[in-house]
């Protein structure tokens, strides 16, 4: 249950639509200059009244007397975003606060308190004007009622005080009954008994493998990769494991997406490949699905998360004979090379050491995955206010003759492009000519 530590009603008073506009406007107003000044400079502040339907938004406020229904902001905030609600009644915003307290896809992350409109400093209880307002955080990927198409995992934002943001980001095994609903969603013909026994296994055996999989991946890039760029992947904060030692649940933190500055899409793509062939070379590792619902942008640069079905170069499954077969499952039904073989069906890819990687956990997977998603950098809605992207700009132009010629080098049998670096070098190109 909110509490507030006093607080007292102030007479009902009847006011024209526009004086109530202007009352909510002055409100927001000192919100934003007594409270949440630093968030807002940084990042994209909209009102409960726009018009607009943007839900790419950091910081949604709604003023006294303006729309404040959590299932309404929901879609109308980023993952992660904040909804601050002002109420100029005590008990009403309480009220209010409840819908946001650890239900509904949101936590709260400032706790109910006053705001005081004393222009000379001097508060006079009773007279001077006072308002109530409460933060809370959308710490949900998908509304609680929906199943998520967003994640495999249930991936959710929960308070850490340690952390700078006050959230780090969990990622469990998801529950049997989720699982099994999602199942019958996309079988619907399947017996139920064959999709209870798949949930089971699912939830009982793959997910924990893979999630162990991926907190050893993250550990070994804390300890490999240039002490520069860590700041670039997820670093495991807490673990927990069933009886077995597999991982349940991963605590990690959360590389927020949101710069001061948008980055070029040359710098978006040198960005990434830069931490890819850091990946490859110093972190013997490979990420395999490195679509842009796993890239992050922030004020570091690119980063990726999502380490769940990488694997070490040269790791040897075949003496892990169910892991091997899972992984292998896992390759051929990923969206990475789904793409490249549907591509080499097209002849839209006629790189030979491209067809050899097709249905393999190999290097090859990644170079061919980035070089095609740096050339439709906005097709993730979260990375699209990040980066600057004019498809008819000669940038736009120079990076896709690249990608072409990492797809179909003038001879097929030799391509020029035979690792990330290589790549980097050439994207590096594209930047300095750009910036002349
Ligand atoms: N540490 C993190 N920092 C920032 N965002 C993160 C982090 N971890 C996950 N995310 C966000 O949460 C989303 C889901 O997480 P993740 O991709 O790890 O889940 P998943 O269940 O493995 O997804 P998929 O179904 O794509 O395999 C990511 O696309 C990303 O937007
Ligand atoms: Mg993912």
Redesign the pocket.
């Known amino acids: 249950m909110l509490k507030f530590f006093s607080s007292s009603t102030p007479p009902r008073v009847q006011r024209s639509p526009e004086a109530r506009a202007a009352l909510a406007d002055r409100w927001v107003e000192r919100l934003l200059a007594q409270r949440l000044g630093a968030e807002s400079n940084k990042r994209q502040v909209g009102r409960t009244t726009d018009d607009l339907q943007d839900g790419m938004i950091d910081l949604r406020l709604a003023g006294p007397g303006e729309p404040h229904q959590a299932g309404d902001l929901f879609d109308r905030l980023r993952?992660?975003g904040s909804a601050a609600v002002m109420h100029t009644n005590a008990q009403k915003l309480l009220s209010i606060a409840e819908q946001y307290n650890n239900t509904n896809g949101f936590a709260i992350e400032q706790a109910p308190g006053d705001l005081w409109h004393a222009p000379l400093g001097l508060r006079i209880p009773g007279i001077t004007p006072r308002a109530w307002y409460f933060v809370a955080r959308k710490t949900d990927?998908v509304r609680p009622d929906e199943d998520?198409k967003?994640?495999?995992?249930?991936?959710t934002l929960s308070p850490d005080d340690n952390e700078p943001e006050g959230f780090?980001?969990t990622?469990r095994v998801p529950s049997v009954e989720g699982v099994l609903r999602r199942i019958n969603a996309r079988f619907p013909n399947l017996d139920s008994i064959a999709a209870k026994q798949r949930a089971r296994k699912l939830v009982g055996d793959v997910f924990p493998l893979f999630l162990t999989r991926?907190t050893k991946c993250l550990e070994l890039l804390h300890k490999r990769l240039p002490e520069h760029l860590r700041c670039r992947v997820?670093r495991p904060l807490r673990i927990g494991r069933d009886k077995r030692g597999l991982v349940t649940r991963l605590d990690?933190?959360?590389?927020?997406?949101g710069r001061s500055a948008p980055l070029t899409q040359a710098e978006f793509a040198a960005s990434a490949m830069e931490l890819l062939a850091a990946l490859h070379d110093d972190a013997k590792i490979m990420h395999l699905?490195l679509?842009l619902?796993?890239m992050?942008i922030t004020e570091d640069g690119v980063?990726f998360?999502?380490?769940?079905?990488s694997a070490q170069i040269d790791e040897d499954l075949t003496n892990r004979p169910v892991l091997n077969r899972l992984f292998m499952e896992l390759m051929q039904t990923s969206e990475v090379q789904k793409v490249l073989s549907d591509m080499l069906a097209r002849g839209e890819v006629t790189s030979a050491s491209l067809k050899d990687v097709a249905g393999k956990p190999d290097r090859g997977m990644d170079i061919f995955y980035l070089a095609v998603q740096i050339n439709h950098p906005h097709f993730n809605p979260?990375l699209a206010r990040l980066i600057t992207y004019d498809a008819m700009s000669d940038e736009a132009r120079t990076l896709h003759s690249l990608s072409a010629a990492v797809l179909r080098p003038k001879n097929p049998a030799m391509s020029q492009f035979k690792n990330a670096r290589d790549l980097l070098r050439g994207i590096q190109r594209v930047r300095r000519r750009a910036a002349a």
């Open positions: 993952w992660g990927l998520s967003r994640s495999t995992y249930d991936v780090c980001v990622k991926e997820p990690m933190n959360w590389l927020r997406n699905d679509r619902d796993n992050v980063g998360v999502d380490f769940g079905t979260e």
